[in-house]
C-alpha cells in the first residue's frame, strides 16, 4: 500500500518506507521522486526479493541514483546490510536493506524469526525519516 501511495502521490508525501513489498495494487504514475527506503527478507516466499529489488530500481531511478547491486547477506548469516545511494537528486536518497529472513515486518538480527521488539527495523526507518526534519 505505501508503495502505491508513493507511485500516485509522491508530491504530497516526503518519503516512504516499503518492508517487504511486491507491486500489487499497481504503481499510476511512478515516475516522480520520492525519498525511499526499502527493506527486503532474502529468502522472501511471499513476495520473493526480487520483486523488492524491482521497487528499489524504480526509485534509484527516478531519483537519478547511481545504479548498482548492493551486497545481501547470505541465507543462514542471520543479519542485515543496509546499502545507501549515491548520485542521487538532492534531497531524494534511496536506502536499501535486506536481510536473511523471509516476509517479515521485524526481523531481528541473530534469530531465524521475527522478534518484533529488538528488530533493527524500527531505528533504521526512524533515522531515514528523521532525517528530513
Not at 16 to 36: D, K, L, N, Y
Not at 93 to 110: I, M
Request: with cysteine.
Amino acid at each position: 500500500m505505501s508503495y502505491a501511495l508513493a507511485c500516485t502521490r509522491a508530491n504530497p508525501f516526503r518519503a516512504v518506507a516499503v518492508i517487504s513489498g511486491g507491486e500489487i495494487s499497481g504503481c499510476r504514475g511512478g515516475t516522480q521522486p520520492i525519498a525511499s527506503f526499502g527493506i527486503h527478507g532474502v529468502s522472501g516466499s511471499v513476495l520473493a526479493i526480487a520483486q523488492g529489488r524491482s521497487l528499489r530500481d524504480r526509485s534509484v531511478s527516478n531519483n537519478g541514483c547511481t545504479p548498482q547491486s548492493p551486497r545481501e547477506p547470505a541465507p543462514g548469516s542471520r543479519t542485515h546490510i543496509t546499502t545507501t545511494y549515491s548520485g542521487r537528486r538532492a534531497g531524494y536518497p534511496v536506502q536499501w536493506a535486506a536481510f536473511d529472513g523471509g516476509h517479515l515486518p521485524g526481523p531481528g538480527d541473530g534469530s531465524p524469526n521475527e522478534s518484533g521488539v529488538p528488530t533493527w527495523t524500527k531505528g533504521e526507518t526512524w533515522r531515514f525519516f528523521a532525517q528530513f526534519q
